[in-house]
Structures are given as structure tokens and as C-alpha cells.
T-cell receptor, first 116, second 113 residues
């Protein structure tokens, strides 16, 4: 079964600083990979996704992520963080189509705090 | 606007009562999902449905039930058999069973007193 690890429970960065959130997955083949963001008390919004092709993926709100097969990682980055980026971030893994339902496995999340 | 609606936003129930959470989507998506979210545990899949009148158990289905009588609706019932029902519940949908991207509703916070 696939699994997702987000090793950082809580990260604090200063506004304007760069950000990297870590995500490692365990799966026998190349999975579908996602990053979602959640503001307090809200649903999840998709930031970006990787299915195949270029391993550097651009998303919304200035975020990007890089798929590294050798490290089984899909880390999320942003060059300059804004105060509005404070939220919880979830990495998720999905199996490529096997004819069954689209089931995602989520990491436990990383809470980002931004100081002014 | 297309999207997923969940109602109510907050729900309070007494212990031992069944409660039904609503989820409606107008995205014309085939698949729908219910997740439970607890602090520090991420999202855990309760039930999912690929098509009308069909649904499967997820990882934590005990104490929950669902129905899928219409494509746009996927209500979740939290029964009295659920030992710890207080949580944040999220509904999601995806375009087809073969496509993994999921879209989420705003969630319902259930508190059992």
C-alpha cells in the first residue's frame, strides 16, 4: 500500500523568505502526486499536481514542486512567502489508473506559520 | 458557479443519535468521497462512490453509512455505532474513476455532546 510522509509538522518562516515543504512517498511505481492547501476551517484547494513528464511542476499562488524519483520525494517550494500563505499543506499520492476508484493517500500535513 | 456544497457548516448532536451530513456537487463528476479529518492525522477515507447506486468502504467505514441515489448527491450518516464521531468531515468529487484529481467541499464540523 502506498504511504506519504510529511516530516515537518510545523514550520515558521518570515514573510519574504523562501519556503520548502517536504514530502516523501512509498509506492512501487510512479504515482500521481498532489499538493493541497487548507485554511483553518475550510476545505482543501489543489495547488499543483504531477502525472508525468517535466518533473518540475508549476502551480497556483507562485508555488512549484519537483518530483525526484531517486529520492521518492515531491517537495513544495515558493521563492518568497506572503503572510496569506499561512495555512496547512497536504501532500497526497494516488495510484495511476488501474480501473478502480481514484483513491488518494494523504500525509498528515505541515502547518505553515508566517511571521511579519 | 460550479462546486461542492456541504451543509451544515457546524452540527451538534447528542451522543447516541444518528446524524446525516449533506454533500452536493454540480460539477457533473462521477466519483464522490467522504473523508474524516482529525488534528495531526491528515485525511482518512470513509466511503467512496464511483457511480450512482454503488459505493465502497474506505479505510475507516465502521460506524458510518452512505447512499448514492443521484449523481450529484452523496450523503453521509454518522451512526450511534461510531465511537468517536466528533471531527471535521470533508466531501470531495472527481471527474471520473480513472482520474485522480479530487475537488473538495468546505467541510462540516460535527460535535457530539
Amino acid at each position: 500500500a502506498q504511504s506519504v510522509t510529511q516530516p515537518d509538522i510545523h514550520i515558521t518562516v518570515s514573510e519574504g523568505a523562501s519556503l520548502e515543504l517536504r514530502c516523501n512517498y512509498s509506492y512501487g511505481a510512479t504515482p500521481y502526486l498532489f499538493w493541497y492547501v487548507q485554511s483553518p476551517g475550510q476545505g482543501l484547494q489543489l495547488l499543483l499536481k504531477y502525472f508525468s513528464g517535466d518533473t518540475l511542476v508549476q502551480g497556483i499562488k507562485g508555488f512549484e514542486a519537483e518530483f525526484k524519483r531517486s529520492q521518492s520525494s515531491f517537495n513544495l517550494r515558493k521563492p518568497s512567502v506572503h503572510w496569506s500563505d499561512a495555512a496547512e499543506y497536504f501532500c497526497a499520492v494516488g495510484k495511476p489508473n488501474t480501473g478502480t476508484a481514484s483513491k488518494l493517500t494523504f500525509g498528515t500535513g505541515t502547518r505553515l506559520q508566517v511571521t511579519l | 458557479d460550479g462546486g461542492i456544497t456541504q451543509s451544515p457548516k457546524y452540527l451538534f448532536r447528542k451522543e447516541g443519535q444518528n446524524v446525516t451530513l449533506s454533500c452536493e456537487q454540480n460539477l457533473n463528476h462521477d466519483a464522490m468521497y467522504w473523508y474524516r479529518q482529525d488534528p495531526g492525522q491528515g485525511l482518512r477515507l470513509i466511503y467512496y462512490s464511483q457511480i450512482v447506486n454503488d459505493f465502497q468502504k474506505g479505510d475507516i467505514a465502521e460506524g458510518y453509512s452512505v447512499s448514492r441515489e443521484k449523481k450529484e448527491s452523496f450523503p453521509l450518516t454518522v451512526t450511534s455505532a461510531q465511537k468517536n464521531p466528533t471531527a471535521f468531515y470533508l466531501c470531495a468529487s472527481s471527474p471520473s474513476r480513472s482520474y485522480n484529481e479530487q475537488f473538495f467541499g468546505p467541510g462540516t464540523r460535527l460535535t457530539v455532546l
